[in-house]
């Protein structure tokens, strides 16, 4: 790969400068992501947020004319834990950079027989077990409430089935993915009683993201890749992160040809949900946020209130 390129800082009162661009594709998951064929001009980018640092620089490419933006979800190394991650900062700063659609790619545990390790799940919805994580941007003096019934974008999301499809990839359109706080794995009686509530996969990252890319007004799809059966499967034993790597690492290619593959379909026009999401949603008597929050928020409110 070629030499990175590390640039200025940009912090929220940046936002409009040289390192901003709408339509700006995110992709967030692990280190390497952004090894991809037809990725050019990759640099860095260091951004500040008002809810502190993101959990690593931006790599920024082009690919195709579009220009997407990667960030190791756990740093470099896999270093932070899940929950530990700074949600806030790493969505803000996605923001920041004009993103209006991420694409999540993460490993997770399979809850269902038929879906088995090395598969790729795209979920549609989430459930929350987590119970530290911050939840929302709009936590003081600002309230807004956005609908979340469908938190996954239908545009990003039927692309990307279209294209898990040509490529022969063992898919799975549907499912629900179960956020728990980790980072230790589910205990055995926990694993059972979420395959009752119908459960497809869990993971201990995506809710937050999720939420927060809404609440942005960004567009957002989980790329899921299924490493184990969690620890319900008696035949499969318990989850070795041996396992989990190995697996990981066979199926990390299958994210990156369909991330490469939708990018191109991927319409200029957002027509969805998700980039009206705060349309109606915050409530606070405009008159009574306070400047300086408007000022913090800016990037997201843009003219809400």
Same mark, same amino acid.
């Given at each position: 790969?070629?030499? +990175?390129?590390?640039?200025?800082?940009?912090?929220?009162?940046?936002?409009?400068?040289?390192?901003?661009?709408?339509?700006?594709?995110?992709?967030?998951?692990?280190?390497?992501?952004?090894?991809?064929?037809?990725?050019?001009?990759?640099?860095?980018?260091?951004?500040?947020?008002?809810?502190?640092?993101?959990?690593?620089? %931006?790599?920024?490419?082009?690919?195709?004319?579009?220009? =997407?933006?990667?960030?190791?979800?756990?740093?470099?190394?896999?270093?932070?834990?899940?929950? &530990?991650?700074?949600?806030?900062?790493?969505? %803000?700063?996605?923001?920041?950079?004009?993103?209006?659609?991420?694409?999540?790619?993460?490993?997770?545990?399979?809850?269902? /027989?038929?879906?088995?390790?090395?598969?790729?799940?795209?979920? &549609? !919805?989430?459930? &929350?077990? @987590?119970?530290?994580?911050?939840? @929302?941007?709009?936590?003081? /003096?600002?309230?807004?409430?956005?609908?979340?019934?469908?938190?996954?974008?239908?545009?990003?999301?039927?692309? =990307?089935?279209?294209?898990?499809?040509?490529?022969?990839?063992?898919?799975?359109?549907?499912?629900?993915?179960?956020?728990?706080?980790?980072? !230790?794995?589910?205990?055995?009686?926990? #694993?059972?009683?979420?395959? +009752?509530?119908?459960? #497809?996969? *869990?993971?201990?990252?995506?809710?937050?993201?999720?939420?927060?890319?809404?609440?942005?007004?960004?567009?957002?799809?989980?790329?899921?890749?299924?490493? &184990?059966?969690?620890?319900?499967?008696?035949?499969?034993? /318990?989850?070795?992160?041996?396992?989990? *790597?190995?697996?990981?690492?066979? @199926? *990390?290619?299958?994210?990156? /040809?369909?991330?490469?593959?939708?990018?191109?379909?991927?319409?200029?026009?957002?027509?969805?949900?998700?980039? +009206?999401?705060?349309?109606?949603?915050?409530?606070?008597?405009?008159?009574?946020?306070?400047?300086?929050?408007?000022? @913090?928020?800016?990037?997201?409110?843009?003219?809400?209130?």
């Amino acid at each position: 790969m070629k030499s +990175q390129k590390t640039t200025k800082s940009i912090s929220a009162g940046k936002k409009r400068g040289r390192l901003f661009e709408a339509g700006t594709i995110g992709v967030i998951g692990g280190v390497g992501l952004y090894e991809m064929p037809g990725l050019t001009e990759i640099k860095e980018i260091r951004v500040k947020t008002p809810f502190g640092d993101p959990s690593d620089p %931006f790599v920024v490419g082009r690919m195709g004319g579009r220009r =997407l933006a990667f960030l190791a979800r756990h740093g470099r190394g896999h270093r932070i834990p899940p929950g &530990d991650i700074n949600f806030r900062a790493n969505i %803000f700063g996605f923001k920041l950079l004009g993103t209006e659609r991420i694409f999540s790619v993460s490993a997770v545990g399979s809850m269902r /027989e038929e879906i088995h390790p090395g598969d790729i799940v795209l979920p &549609d !919805q989430f459930f &929350d077990r @987590t119970a530290a994580r911050p939840r @929302t941007f709009f936590s003081r /003096e600002i309230v807004a409430h956005v609908a979340m019934a469908h938190p996954v974008c239908p545009v990003m999301a039927g692309i =990307l089935a279209r294209v898990g499809k040509e490529k022969g990839f063992r898919l799975h359109r549907k499912g629900t993915y179960i956020c728990i706080e980790g980072p !230790q794995f589910s205990t055995r009686a926990e #694993s059972d009683i979420y395959r +009752q509530w119908g459960i #497809s996969v *869990i993971g201990m990252t995506n809710l937050p993201e999720a939420r927060l890319a809404r609440e942005a007004e960004i567009c957002y799809a989980t790329v899921a890749m299924v490493t &184990d059966y969690d620890c319900w499967n008696e035949r499969e034993g /318990e989850v070795e992160i041996e396992d989990v *790597i190995r697996v990981m690492k066979a @199926t *990390i290619g299958k994210a990156k /040809e369909m991330i490469a593959g939708a990018v191109p379909h991927l319409p200029e026009e957002r027509n969805c949900v998700c980039s +009206q999401a705060l349309k109606d949603a915050i409530v606070t008597d405009p008159k009574a946020i306070p400047a300086r929050l408007r000022k @913090t928020l800016d990037p997201i409110l843009k003219g809400r209130v």
